[in-house]
């Protein structure tokens, strides 16, 4: 079945980078994009961006463009997302999602907690 | 860029009651890019309605998806325990992106 496995639990200072990967399995990596989806507590479901795993290709949110970078592996089937110059307003679960129009599996979630 | 605005924002019903959830969109949306999302505390939203109203791998036929253009809607049939939950649409536009609504939480009344 498809899984998307997400690394754990970040702590990181204002100003700071954060890496979050995501491991694909159960199927072709290279076929779907993936797509990074955030939640701060008691928010609501925000997009980030998508990669083509494939080509290496992405479309980041405005809102993200100088800050946020999506690459991959692909002899790992692994997706990254890299936030740059953390402030508190990042401090969310950040989910990776499978999929192009509609997002068919998500990962389990990554919480990411920027503090002094 | 699409806004997507969902109300009410929380919905107060009891088990064996019909749900309908709204979704409207700034301007037009194509049918094939609306989807639905459930969301429970403490997990990662789970796909229930692509393409407007196409039933994703697994959903109870309760579920069910309608609309068109700028006005969609979720319904759920008969509520049960379980479909107590926070439910996002979401649409897809070449530019940026997904775009995903403010959320409708359908609580126990």
């Known amino acids: 079945q498809v899984q998307l496995v997400q690394s754990g639990a970040e702590v990181k200072k204002p100003g700071a980078s954060v890496k979050v990967s995501c491991k694909a399995s159960g199927y072709t990596f290279t076929s779907y994009d993936i797509n990074w989806v955030r939640q701060a507590t008691g928010q609501g479901l925000e997009w980030m961006g998508w990669m083509n795993p494939n080509s290496g290709n992405t479309g980041y949110a405005q809102k993200f463009q100088g800050r946020v970078t999506m690459t991959r592996n692909t002899s790992i089937s692994t997706a990254y997302m890299e936030l740059s110059s953390l402030r508190s307003e990042d401090t969310a679960v950040y989910y990776c999602?499978?999929?192009?129009?509609?997002?068919?599996?998500w990962g389990q979630g990554t919480l990411v907690t920027v503090s002094s | 860029e699409i806004v997507l605005t969902q109300s009410p924002g929380t919905l107060s019903l009891s088990p064996g009651e019909r749900a309908t959830l709204s979704c409207r969109a700034s301007?037009?949306?194509?049918?094939?890019?609306l989807a639905w999302y459930q969301q429970k505390p403490g997990q990662a939203p789970r796909l229930l309605i692509y393409?407007?109203?196409s039933r994703a791998t697994g959903i109870p036929d309760r579920f069910s998806g309608s609309g068109s253009g700028t006005d969609f809607t979720l319904t759920i049939s008969r509520l049960e325990p379980e479909d107590f939950a926070v439910y996002y649409c979401?649409?897809?536009?070449?530019?940026?992106?997904?775009?995903f609504g403010g959320g409708t939480k359908v609580e126990i009344k």
């Open positions: 979401q649409q897809y536009g070449s530019s940026p992106g997904l775009t």
């Open positions: 393409g407007a109203s």
């Open positions: 999602a499978r999929g192009t129009v509609v997002v068919h599996n």
């Open positions: 301007q037009s949306v194509s049918s094939s890019y």
